[in-house]
């Protein structure tokens, strides 16, 4: 069934500059967090985030508490998740304050805010479509800004197939955060590219900024990035279909084609040689299963409360971490969640995650064309920054934003149903009394 679009049902009163203040509150911190070094000004959004997200504390607050009431079943569950994952860090950290560390607690009580704001103040495709492209225009500058830093590079540095010298790193950053940065924006891009009601102009446009981030990543030689696209195509392909998708295909494909010509051959062969050099018997890629069960041994350590915030570096640098040559991290974001904060805290992020995926597939099933986009581009989202952080240390904030403001969307669409159908259902027992009356009369 699909949703005809009608003027949003506001859950509470709340005046609309203050949903996008905070919405481009937490797209700063994004970009500040995540921009890469050469950006100008990073340094002092760096210094300003959390000014910035105390600010956000402040606008949400006395929403949270004038609307609690008003918020669907699914904003309450994520937003008492948020915070008892907060509560858990915090007991966490009271009971091993050897090995936490409290910068990463307060980039915990950053993230929750933010994520419970978006997820309490969102309430139409509007704003969370404005979410979407706040991150495509980051990850875009990012790319961008990255190339054009990195690219002198390529004629200084030797490349070669046997190890990572001149490995393109990570376009200012790691390349696998790199990646994981780009997936969202990707999926967007893919998303927005696929969608047969649109122009299509538009159309080209969106599949021609997907290519340019799919060249990006797979230049910068991240293997977890470099299968994330595929994990992230199949995803949005399998939603869209394989018709909706031919002109994004076409675009990438001609991208791809364009790339491999302007670097040549040698180059393209050095990446392709760089990205398959680790996939050999005995590499680390291939043995992350060993790595991951070699790190379980400190969750069983602690298994209820762990070891407390950002302690995966306190227990490397105690020499008490178990671990294979004791100072392999794990490369799983979960495992450091369960080492960290224990299977309370890893039950509860993992159910952040899966309201975010369920309301994603709702909005998919049952809204229009720009619902349905958005719909497709959070799962694919969503699906790629789940795949990278089963293979990486890092968490990373838009997966949280992205199903925060997926279930927001999700309980204003269940409101507008609401209305229609009790509209129609007024409707239908009005014309059966008047059928009924006018029966009577004739009787």
Do not use: C, H
């Given at each position: 069934m699909s949703i005809?679009?009608?003027?949003?049902?506001r859950g509470f009163p709340q005046s609309?500059?203050?949903?996008?203040?905070?919405?481009?509150?937490?797209?700063?911190?994004?970009?500040?967090?995540?921009?890469?070094?050469?950006?100008?000004?990073?340094?002092?959004?760096?210094?300003?985030?959390?000014?910035?997200?105390?600010?956000?504390?402040?606008?949400?607050?006395?929403?949270?508490?004038?609307?609690?009431?008003?918020?669907?079943?699914?904003?309450?569950?994520?937003?008492?998740?948020?915070?008892?994952?907060?509560?858990?860090?915090?007991?966490?950290?009271?009971?091993?304050p050897e090995t936490s560390i409290l910068s990463y607690l307060i980039i915990l009580i950053e993230w929750v805010f933010l994520s419970v704001s978006i997820v309490s103040v969102v309430n139409d495709t509007r704003q969370v479509r404005f979410l979407f492209l706040g991150l495509l225009l980051i990850g875009v500058i990012n790319v961008g800004w990255g190339i054009v830093a990195n690219v002198p590079m390529l004629e200084e540095v030797n490349f070669s197939i046997q190890t990572e010298t001149g490995r393109f790193g990570g376009i200012g950053?790691?390349?696998?955060?790199?990646?994981?940065?780009?997936?969202?924006?990707?999926?967007?891009?893919?998303?927005?590219?696929?969608?047969?009601?649109?122009?299509?102009?538009?159309?080209?446009?969106?599949?021609?900024?997907?290519?340019f981030i799919m060249v990006a990543i797979v230049w910068s030689r991240s293997r977890s990035g470099s299968l994330s696209i595929l994990v992230i195509l199949v995803a949005v392909m399998g939603l869209r279909g394989f018709k909706n998708s031919l002109i994004s295909g076409s675009f990438i494909l001609l991208?791809?084609?364009?790339?491999?010509?302007?670097?040549?051959?040698?180059?393209?062969?050095?990446?392709?040689?760089?990205?398959?050099?680790?996939?050999?018997?005995?590499?680390?890629?291939?043995?992350?299963?060993?790595?991951?069960?070699?790190?379980?041994?400190n969750v069983s350590d602690s298994p209820i409360w762990g070891w407390g915030p950002g302690a995966l570096q306190s227990l490397i640098t105690l020499g008490i971490y178990e671990g294979i040559g004791g100072f392999i991290k794990p490369h799983n974001a979960w495992i450091i969640v369960a080492i960290e904060r224990g299977m309370i805290g890893l039950i509860l992020q993992i159910a952040m995650?899966?309201?975010?995926?369920?309301s994603s597939l709702r909005i998919y099933r049952m809204g229009g064309s720009s619902e349905r986009t958005l719909g497709v581009a959070a799962l694919g989202g969503l699906c790629g920054q789940v795949?990278?952080?089963?293979?990486?240390?890092?968490?990373?904030?838009?997966?949280?934003?992205?199903?925060?403001?997926?279930?927001?969307?999700?309980?204003?669409?269940?409101?507008?149903?609401?209305v229609i159908q009790t509209e129609i259902d007024l409707r239908a027992k009005t014309s059966m009394s008047a059928a009924s009356l006018s029966q009577w009369v004739r009787a």
């Open positions: 005809r679009r009608v003027a949003p049902v609309t500059w203050v949903i996008y203040m905070i919405l481009s509150l937490a797209l700063l911190i994004v970009a500040a967090r995540e921009g890469i070094d050469e950006l100008p000004f990073i340094n002092v959004l760096r210094v300003l985030k959390y000014p910035i997200g105390f600010l956000a504390a402040v606008l949400i607050v006395p929403i949270l508490v004038n609307g609690w009431q008003k918020n669907s079943r699914s904003q309450k569950w994520f937003m008492v998740l948020g915070f008892l994952t907060l509560v858990s860090a915090i007991l966490s950290m009271m009971l091993n950053l790691d390349a696998n955060y790199f990646a994981m940065l780009a997936t969202i924006p990707l999926a967007y891009a893919l998303a927005s590219g696929s969608d047969s009601k649109s122009r299509f102009i538009s159309r080209v446009a969106f599949s021609v900024i997907a290519a991208g791809f084609m364009f790339f491999a010509l302007m670097i040549g051959f040698d180059e393209m062969s050095n990446i392709y040689y760089g990205l398959l050099s680790r996939w050999e018997v005995g590499s680390q890629a291939l043995g992350r299963p060993e790595i991951w069960s070699a790190a379980l041994g995650v899966f309201l975010g995926f369920r795949f990278m952080s089963l293979t990486l240390g890092g968490m990373p904030l838009g997966i949280y934003l992205v199903s925060a403001a997926m279930i927001a969307l999700d309980a204003n669409l269940s409101r507008q149903w609401l």
